[in-house]
């Protein structure tokens, strides 16, 4: 969820710093490169080598540092994010004093990245006048300030002065991420899904797609940064977070509802199973079962990416490819015929990946004739792994700017 983006988690010397480790954990999980820098104060409540191990890099804490003269200057060039938790009343002060006397303190003068402090501190300190001006002045220069929250500490008094919990600070990471990301400013538009087409007022036609694979695009897409709109048919999964969700039901609603948005849609990544046929007639009550065979006229639902692509509009179009046999063959037909810039071939032909699976397998292959197979992944692994490779191939197409005079 957070592949690729670099975040500079700075640990300071709270009781609270065991948390970060916790915190690490989570980041490292999302998938982050996390690299830890600690005060002195710090490592007197954890060692530095439980942050080296969970975060497999080197964790610094000298501004003198033997390996990198320039060493704070490295670290915030390279941050995406300058996350503090916890930030200790010491540390609110002497950020905001813009002190640069030691490695921690540099790198928050040096960032140019988004900054973010999880303070935690006792509740008398949290509530004095001037560590709250300290918060105001930071907060007035652009740093997050995620509260702490109220409860049991430490001196034993109860109030507001606890760390934020691990699932606050974490959204408030990605949020920040969010909104600094590669594909800030581009409406990525997803269908997941089934289509479920109507046989009579109870029975209908549908296939056994879950939603995973386009929720996952969905979420892959949002936490770059973009505005997501994720077009969905039944699914038994949870509403996502920062999305815009319009749910359908046919195929006829999942056009509508695609080429209601195509103008406005720089990405359309069609995951959605969509029905190929529906009932010519769907009986308005239930149909009686007479005991004897019946016969249902199918009829063609309308080809959704067909139809975007006889718009001829600027969106780059990402089709899907469901096959059991000849996978790359029958998706190279796919994506001349349907006009598509990526198709992804889904091998649907074993247990474990594709319909209703956590994982996948699939086949990339552009309009260049370029084939990149992948191999078994999660879902929301591979979705990360697809968008990679669709912001390549945008960066290659965008012409360069003129040279300057
Ligand atoms: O939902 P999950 O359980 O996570 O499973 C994911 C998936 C296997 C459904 C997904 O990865 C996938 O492969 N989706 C495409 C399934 C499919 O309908 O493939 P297709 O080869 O029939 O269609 C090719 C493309 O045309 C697809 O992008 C489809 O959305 C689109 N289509 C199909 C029919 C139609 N009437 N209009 C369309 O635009």
Same mark, same amino acid.
């Given at each position: 969820m957070l592949t690729g983006r670099h975040v500079v988690l700075g640990v300071t010397g709270? %009781?609270?710093?065991?948390k970060a480790v916790g915190l690490l954990r989570r980041l490292t999980e999302r998938g982050a490169q996390v690299t830890v820098v600690m005060t002195a104060a710090a490592k007197r409540f954890v060692t530095p080598l439980t942050f080296q191990a969970l975060s497999r890099r080197p964790v610094y804490d000298d501004l003198f540092d033997p390996r990198d003269e320039i060493l704070h200057l490295s670290l915030a060039q390279a941050a995406d994010l300058f996350l503090i938790a916890p930030a200790t009343a010491n540390t609110l002060a002497r950020l905001a004093a813009g002190s640069a006397n030691d490695l921690l303190s540099s790198l928050a003068l040096s960032a140019r990245c988004p900054v973010l402090l999880a303070p935690a501190m006792d509740a008398v300190m949290w509530e004095h006048p001037l560590v709250q001006r300290n918060l105001d002045a930071l907060r007035g220069i652009g740093v997050g300030i995620i509260p702490p929250e109220s409860g049991p500490l430490a001196s034993g008094l109860v109030g507001p002065g606890r760390l934020a919990a691990e699932d606050v600070i974490l959204a408030a990471v990605e949020a920040r991420l969010e909104s600094s990301g590669p594909w800030v400013g581009a409406h990525v538009v997803v269908t997941a899904g089934p289509t479920r087409e109507a046989i009579d007022a109870v029975r209908t036609i549908t296939n056994r797609s879950s939603g995973k694979m386009g929720y996952a695009l969905a979420d892959a897409a949002r936490v770059r940064g973009a505005m997501v709109t994720l077009i969905t048919g039944?699914?038994?999964?949870p509403v996502p977070v920062g999305v815009d969700v319009v749910a359908v039901e046919t195929a006829e609603e999942m056009r509508r509802a695609v080429l209601d948005r195509i103008d406005k849609t720089t990405i359309l990544l069609m995951a959605a199973a969509v029905a190929d046929y529906r009932p010519k007639v769907s009986s308005p009550g239930k149909l009686k079962k007479s005991g004897s065979a019946i016969a249902i006229e199918l009829v063609p639902t309308p080809d959704i990416l067909g139809e975007v692509a006889a718009l001829r509009t600027e969106t780059f179009v990402v089709g899907f490819a469901a096959e059991t046999d000849r996978l790359v063959e029958r998706a190279i037909e796919k994506l001349h015929r349907k006009q598509l810039?990526? %198709? $992804?071939?889904?091998? $649907?032909?074993?247990?474990?990946?594709?319909?209703?699976?956590d994982d996948n397998e699939v086949t990339m292959i552009d309009r260049t004739g370029a084939v990149m197979p992948l191999p078994r992944l999660p879902k929301r692994v591979l979705a990360d792994r697809i968008l990679d490779h669709i912001h390549a191939i945008r960066l290659q197409e965008r012409p360069s700017p003129p040279p300057s005079t």
């Open positions: 709270s %009781i609270a710093a065991y039944p699914t038994d999964l810039d990526l %198709i $992804v071939a889904n091998d $649907v032909s074993r247990p474990g990946i594709g319909f209703g699976a």
